[in-house]
Every structure is written in structure tokens, then in C-alpha cells.
């Protein structure tokens, strides 16, 4: 079922500067098997949605056009997690109910599974990015993250610094990878040849790191969920900027940035998803149409910017009027 036209006008919200904005946006909501436990979107190329069925136990398809959508099991105890496309234009999970790494076909919906090693049981698996040599890069919240080689289908295992949390995963544009954690309260950048970590702290302690997505230019946008902040980390000049969420008792979640460099945030606190503009320092709060919504992940293409509400079984998309 699809409910068309869902006009949102922008919530008035205080920005650094102290200042107020206002825009106007277009959401549109699509229903989903109800009990899927709708957690992490990704859009594809072809225009549909992927999304992972993590109570269900499957991935997800969404065709935005007619609005239905139809899950893949994935195997036997799944419970998948994170979803993006690779560079094969096929969907890769982060697969923690059966400790793998899945691969979907997305023409014959054939599953491949990349176990981890057997020592590295119940590693909790969240999320993952390709760098730019085709290799896959991954979290889990049990303290370790690990890459997959696609070509060899061999999979390296690492002990996190500081232990659980590992979360967010992100590329730059020139090929570095950075993780955020969670329970550690750091960013990770990964040494790609040694596997190795460098902490780098944000400025605020116990900030709760959760998910992390590149701009442009390189700088690595993190969600405090903790601390109610969003975090900026420009990876060539080694310098932290932060700014607080508006409202009271934020929780910043999920973050993605647009093509334009503009960054999103679903903040559980307001029950909403918030526009920041770097330029000008400002954020917009747009609020979602069903109460406690739960959006773990924000993940776009051009235009427009989607999402999955975990606690009303549905994907959104928002799109600028």
C-alpha cells in the first residue's frame, strides 16, 4: 500500500548560529509484510529499494513504482542487519544470525554465503563498505570488524580496539575506511594494508559513535547518539567539528549525505529526520508520520533520501518540493 503526497512542513529549528530555517519537503511511505522488522535501506540502480527483513529473517525488495515489495530468505536462523550494493550491482548483508557475509543476486535472488572464520562466532554483524579495490569491509557490535575478499571469497577477521562496539562503516572518496563505534566512543580509520587501527576521539567523551557516511570532500559525518551531536571529521586536515542537535534530549542515529553534501540525520529524541546544511549551519527537523518510528538507517540517490521506519513496518522517501 502506498500513501502518496505526505506534505511535511519543516518543524522551526534553532541552528548553531542561532538562527531559523524552514523548507518543504515531499515524503512518501510504502508498506511493508508486517513483523519484517524493516532495519537498514539501500537503493539500487535499477530503482529499486533493498531492505533487510531482520525480524523476518530475509532481504527485502521494493519496486517504488507499484509499491510492493518481496522478501528473499536468506537461510536457516537469519537475521540480517546492514544491506548495500557492490560494485557487481549485486546486494551485499551483513548476515548476523548466521555469521556471514550474504550476497544476493539480484536477477536470479540466488544466495551466497561468506561464513566467518568459526573462532569469530556470534560476532554480531552490522554493517559494511566496498573500498576502492572491490573489497568488502565490515563491523560487528562484538568487537571485531573484518574485510571479504570478493574475488577469493576469503574473509579476515580483526580484534577492535577497546572491544564491543563497532558500527558504522564508511569509504571516502579516495579510499579510506573508517568505522564508527558504538561502545567504544571513537572513529576508527583502518589500515588497508596491515588491517590495522588508528583511534581517533572525538571531542566529546562517551559520545556513543554510531553510524558514519563520507561527503565529498572526504569528511567523515558521525552521529553521537550519546552526547545528541553530529560529528565532523575532515580526514586531510585531522580537525573535529561539532555541532548539537536542536530540541531536547536528541539521539541522533542514523546519517547519510546527499549529493549536494548535504547531511541527514534520524534523531529518535524528536521522532524525526533532520536536514543540516554545512554552509550554513543550519538544521531543519521534519517530522515522521508514524510515532516511534525507529529509523536506524538513511541511505539516497539523486534526489532523494530513504529510510526505513522499524517500529511502523514501512520505507519512506523524502524528496525537496
Not at 13 to 42: E, I
Not at 80 to 99: K, L, M, S
Not at 115 to 135: H, S, W
Not at 288 to 310: H, N
Request: charged share 20%; hydrophobic share 40%.
Amino acid at each position: 500500500m502506498i500513501r502518496l503526497g505526505m506534505m511535511l512542513a519543516a518543524a522551526v529549528a534553532m541552528s548553531t548560529a542561532g538562527s531559523t530555517a524552514h523548507a518543504k519537503m515531499a515524503m512518501q511511505t510504502f508498506s511493508v509484510l508486517a513483523g519484517a522488522g524493516a532495519h537498514d535501506v539501500y537503493p539500487a540502480p535499477d530503482g529499486t529499494v533493498w531492505f533487510t527483513a531482520q525480524s523476518a529473517g530475509k532481504l527485502g525488495r521494493l519496486d517504488p513504482k507499484t509499491g510492493k515489495s518481496d522478501l528473499i530468505a536468506l537461510g536457516p536462523g537469519a537475521a540480517p542487519h546492514g544491506v548495500i550494493v557492490g560494485p557487481d550491482g549485486a546486494a551485499w548483508v551483513t548476515e548476523g544470525g548466521q555469521n556471514a557475509i550474504a550476497r544476493v543476486d539480484p536477477a536470479t535472488r540466488a544466495v551466497k554465503l561468506f561464513p566467518l572464520p568459526k573462532e569469530r562466532r556470534n560476532a554480531n554483524l552490522n554493517t559494511a563498505t566496498f573500498d576502492r579495490q572491490g573489497v568488502l569491509w565490515f563491523t560487528g557490535q562484538n568487537g571485531i570488524y573484518g574485510r571479504l575478499d570478493t574475488k577469493t571469497g576469503a574473509v579476515a577477521v580483526f580484534d577492535a580496539p577497546r572491544g564491543t562496539g563497532p558500527y558504522g562503516i564508511a569509504t571516502t572518496p579516495d579510499g579510506q575506511v573508517f568505522f564508527a563505534s558504538l561502545a567504544g566512543n571513537y572513529l576508527g580509520q583502518i589500515d588497508l594494508e596491515t588491517g590495522g587501527v588508528t583511534v581517533l576521539e572525538p571531542p566529546v567523551p562517551r559520545q556513543g559513535a554510531r553510524r558514519v557516511w563520507s561527503d565529498s570532500h572526504g569528511a567523515l559525518w558521525i552521529t553521537g547518539w550519546s552526547s545528541g551531536d553530529l560529528f565532523r571529521y575532515d580526514s586531510k586536515a585531522k580537525a573535529w567539528a561539532r555541532w548539537h542537535l536542536p530540541g531536547d534530549g536528541p539521539q541522533p542515529y542514523a546519517v547519510y549525505v546527499d549529493e549536494t553534501d548535504v547531511v541527514w540525520v534520524s534523531d529518535w529524541g524528536a521522532n524525526a529526520i533532520l536536514r543540516f546544511d554545512p554552509k550554513t549551519e543550519k538544521f531543519e527537523s521534519f517530522p515522521l508520520p508514524d510515532r516511534y518510528a525507529g529509523v536506524r538507517q538513511l541511505a539516497g540517490r539523486k534526489g532523494e533520501v530513504w529510510g526505513a521506519e522499524s517500529g511502523a513496518d514501512k520505507l519512506f522517501v523524502v524528496k525537496a518540493e
